[in-house]
């Protein structure tokens, strides 16, 4: 299968042009024969919770509907993090959702782990449900940015039998180093590929400016980098990966089947 990794500079609280933006990148992807194309966490917004939820408050599919739309008429695959406003009211979800080509819902995953150092539980409310979907391209799992550090769900996203994790993030300098060791380490201990797929640019938060550090990259399950974008541009990068890998090297190193979890 063919990835597009479009790497955003997302504008805080853009929304028609964040998505526009989105849309022509998707474009581009299938131009350039993607089968699946991977946004960044909160893609078609940015941080302003006050903001994002103003927005969803008369519509709370309305960023949701406009994937559909993208994925639909580009016909292409798409995934990325957005704010979702769950029925019954709570706090709203930072959400991964996969769109399928035709525009249908193929699964959707809740960030699990929040951020406490930006007192994230203030304004969203936590998954609780690990997903590994099956979909037309093989088993797939999603993570969410600080999800990141936590290796517990990435090895149960390996027992499920993902192939490949997709992770949507917005993760800022001076952090970089830890941004790609993770993400190789991810793929290395758990012997899937991994399409991490980040920011660019910078971002004004209450707290100060977040500089978000690029570098999207697809790593296979060696932990080898296949494909990867500049640190500080927006940029569309290919990855043609072929699933069956991850098994044919599980197979040479069992290590899932020696994992003794402690």
């Known amino acids: 299968m063919r990835i597009a990794l479009a790497q955003m500079n997302v504008k805080r609280g853009e929304f028609r042009e964040n998505l526009s933006r989105a849309g022509e990148m998707a474009r581009a992807a299938r131009a350039g024969g993607a ?23 008369s519509d709370p599919r309305a960023i949701e509907t406009e994937m559909s739309r993208i994925a639909r008429e580009n016909s292409i695959a798409v995934a990325g993090s957005v704010p979702h406003i769950c029925e019954g009211g709570g706090l709203p979800r930072n959400r991964l959702c996969l769109m399928g080509p035709d525009g249908a819902e193929i699964a959707h995953y809740d960030k699990i782990h929040l951020f406490g150092m930006f007192r994230e539980d203030r304004h969203v409310g936590a998954g609780r449900e690990v997903v590994a979907a099956g979909t037309p391209f093989g088993k797939i799992g999603f993570a969410v940015c600080y999800d990141l550090r936590f290796p517990e769900l990435f090895i149960r996203l390996a027992r499920a039998g993902a192939k490949l994790a997709i992770i949507c993030a917005a993760f800022p300098h001076p952090r970089s180093e830890h941004w790609r060791v993770l993400c190789r ?70 290590v899932l089947s020696d994992r003794v979890l402690m």
């Open 185 to 254: 380490a991810r793929a290395i201990e758990n012997q899937f590929f991994v399409a991490a797929v980040n920011q660019c640019g910078e971002e004004s938060l209450p707290g100060g400016t977040a500089k978000y550090c690029g570098l999207s990259a697809v790593f296979d399950p060696w932990g080898e980098i296949v494909a990867e974008c500049p640190p500080d541009a927006e940029s569309l990068a290919f990855a043609d990966i072929d699933l069956s890998e991850a098994d044919e090297i599980r197979a040479k190193m069992p």
């Open 35 to 57: 089968q699946l194309a991977v946004f960044p966490e909160m893609f078609a917004s940015g941080f302003d919770y006050k903001r994002n939820a103003e927005f969803l408050e």
